[in-house]
């Protein structure tokens, strides 16, 4: 007997909730083991080389030494909680593996009593200073970042302003003296600089989301296609050439980031390129992605400079055609790509520049969840 519309709907309904809820768990689940992971695989290392250094030296302060650099590693890339963890379990195998008696939790020797105790007070103010530095390096990166975007913005957002205010000023005073292709001309130059003014903003509010973790992905299930002729029509050029290949796979995305993200790119690759020349964007499936290639006639990138040009605020490129740009648009490109899981690059090309992302399909999204 078959399900009727409405159960056909409910039980969908309920496959989704279960698929997200479980997709949630795992995203949460890698979130919580992964730093864990990494002190525990920290640990071990230190424990192996501390055997070779015993069973070649049978020096018990290198041994110590080394069980002390390991938590002073997993202190610095982690929390103090897992360095304490670390220096614990430290403790427990230098006591258990390199005091006497061997493979016991017993100790006899005041030496080795004293020394254990130095090892855990050590690892304890190592920890709690490895913390300190990381939240000063935190601040002073924060302090970085704020300082950039003041510059960038007392810069930046005065051309457009003050391009705006002229241009409106002008037409203001003189408006009776100008003809009506004049005023349409001034009028029309202020909307491009409002545009322009605008998109800077966007940029500037996801560069500071995305530097300080701030965004929360609501990904869906979608076809890309919609989402890459929004991001065209909303560059308003008819130099752009489209080409999308039929029957894509859907990918997990969440619309108005990944729109923002191509529309940088696609805007970049129009400043760029020489009036006459067309930019072609290309939309097809290599293997289990989704790849998108946005390609230009401009004078392309260095090599040198392929990692650099995604950097906040690293704006070198020579060709533009607009003035003022920040630096920002491929840095919040990168982050919103990296955030889907997806990668971009500069693929090399012997006349202008091809940027490539790539975003996994959806069914490779889910396997890799679930697996």
């Given at each position: 007997?078959?399900?009727?519309?409405?159960?056909?709907?409910?039980?969908?309904?309920?496959?989704?909730?279960?698929?997200?809820?479980?997709?949630?768990?795992?995203?949460?689940?890698?979130?919580?083991?992964?730093?864990?992971?990494?002190?525990?695989?920290?640990?071990l290392a230190a424990l192996a080389v501390s055997a070779l250094l015993d069973h070649w030296l049978h020096s018990t302060a290198a041994v110590l030494l080394i069980l002390q650099l390991g938590v002073v590693w997993v202190a610095l890339h982690g929390d103090r909680f897992r360095a304490f963890a670390a220096a614990v379990c430290s403790a427990l195998s230098f006591n258990f593996f390199f005091t006497a008696p061997r493979f016991s939790l017993q100790m006899f020797h005041p030496s080795d009593i004293m020394n254990l105790g130095v090892f855990l007070l050590v690892a304890l103010i190592t920890?709690?200073?490895?913390?300190?530095?990381?939240?000063?390096?935190?601040?002073?990166?924060?302090?970085?970042?704020?300082?950039?975007?003041?510059?960038?913005?007392?810069?930046?957002?005065?051309?457009?302003?003050?391009?705006?205010?002229?241009?409106?000023?002008?037409?203001?005073?003189?408006?009776?003296?100008?003809?009506?292709?004049?005023?349409?001309?001034?009028?029309?130059?202020?909307?491009?600089?409002?545009?322009?003014?605008?998109?800077?903003?966007?940029?500037?509010?996801?560069?500071?989301?995305?530097?300080?973790?701030?965004?929360?992905?609501?990904?869906?299930?979608?076809?890309?296609?919609?989402?890459?002729?929004?991001?065209?029509?909303?560059?308003?050029?008819?130099?752009?050439?489209?080409?999308?290949?039929?029957?894509?796979?859907?990918?997990?995305?969440?619309?108005?980031?990944?729109?923002?993200?191509?529309?940088?790119?696609?805007?970049?690759?129009?400043?760029?390129?020489?009036?006459?020349?067309?930019?072609?964007?290309?939309?097809?499936?290599?293997?289990?992605?989704?790849?998108?290639?946005?390609?230009?006639?401009?004078?392309?990138?260095?090599?040198?400079?392929?990692?650099?040009?995604?950097?906040?605020?690293?704006?070198?490129?020579?060709?533009?055609?607009?003035?003022?740009?920040?630096?920002?648009?491929?840095?919040?490109?990168?982050?919103?790509?990296?955030?889907?899981?997806?990668?971009?690059?500069?693929?090399?090309?012997?006349?202008?520049?091809?940027?490539?992302?790539?975003?996994?399909?959806?069914?490779?999204?889910?396997?890799?969840?679930?697996?």
């Amino acid at each position: 007997m078959k399900a009727s519309a409405p159960q056909r709907t409910i039980k969908t309904q309920r496959f989704a909730r279960a698929r997200h809820f479980t997709q949630a768990n795992c995203a949460g689940t890698r979130h919580f083991t992964k730093p864990w992971l990494f002190a525990a695989f920290t640990t071990l290392a230190a424990l192996a080389v501390s055997a070779l250094l015993d069973h070649w030296l049978h020096s018990t302060a290198a041994v110590l030494l080394i069980l002390q650099l390991g938590v002073v590693w997993v202190a610095l890339h982690g929390d103090r909680f897992r360095a304490f963890a670390a220096a614990v379990c430290s403790a427990l195998s230098f006591n258990f593996f390199f005091t006497a008696p061997r493979f016991s939790l017993q100790m006899f020797h005041p030496s080795d009593i004293m020394n254990l105790g130095v090892f855990l007070l050590v690892a304890l103010i190592t920890s709690q200073l490895a913390e300190h530095y990381r939240r000063q390096q935190q601040a002073l990166k924060q302090a970085t970042l704020r300082s950039n975007i003041l510059l960038s913005v007392s810069h930046d957002l005065r051309t457009p302003l003050s391009t705006i205010i002229g241009t409106l000023s002008t037409l203001q005073a003189y408006r009776s003296k100008l003809a009506e292709p004049q005023q349409e001309e001034l009028l029309q130059s202020a909307m491009d600089e409002s545009h322009r003014l605008h998109h800077y903003i966007e940029n500037l509010l996801q560069a500071t989301k995305l530097q300080w973790d701030q965004v929360t992905l609501q990904t869906t299930e979608q076809s890309i296609a919609p989402i890459v002729h929004a991001a065209c029509r909303r560059e308003r050029s008819d130099r752009i050439v489209l080409h999308i290949i039929p029957d894509l796979p859907r990918v997990h995305v969440q619309a108005s980031l990944l729109e923002q993200a191509l529309f940088n790119v696609i805007d970049n690759a129009v400043a760029y390129s020489p009036a006459q020349e067309k930019v072609r964007v290309e939309v097809y499936q290599d293997g289990d992605q989704v790849t998108l290639d946005i390609c230009d006639q401009g004078p392309g990138i260095p090599p040198d400079q392929h990692q650099q040009v995604f950097d906040l605020f690293y704006s070198q490129r020579p060709g533009n055609q607009a003035d003022g740009g920040s630096g920002m648009g491929l840095t919040v490109t990168k982050s919103i790509i990296d955030a889907h899981r997806g990668t971009i690059a500069i693929v090399p090309v012997d006349q202008g520049c091809t940027i490539r992302i790539q975003l996994p399909c959806y069914e490779e999204l889910c396997h890799e969840d679930l697996s």
